[in-house]
């Protein structure tokens, strides 16, 4: 089960850390690397946490 405190990276609109708890898609990319979407509690917009 993964961590819900977990930082997956921070918002690329607001600055603000991203948990996984806020976690909506998990993806893997055409390169092989793993995606991620996610919903910013901050500023409401789905984003890729950089």
Not at 9 to 15: A, Y
Not at 16 to 24: G, R, S
Not at 28 to 42: Q, R
């Amino acid at each position: 089960m993964p961590d819900n405190t977990e930082t997956i990276g921070q918002c690329p609109n607001c600055g603000d850390p991203l948990t996984a708890a806020w976690t909506l898609v998990e993806y893997e990319k055409a390169d092989g690397t793993a995606g991620v979407w996610a919903e910013c509690p901050t500023c409401a917009d789905v984003v890729a946490p950089e």
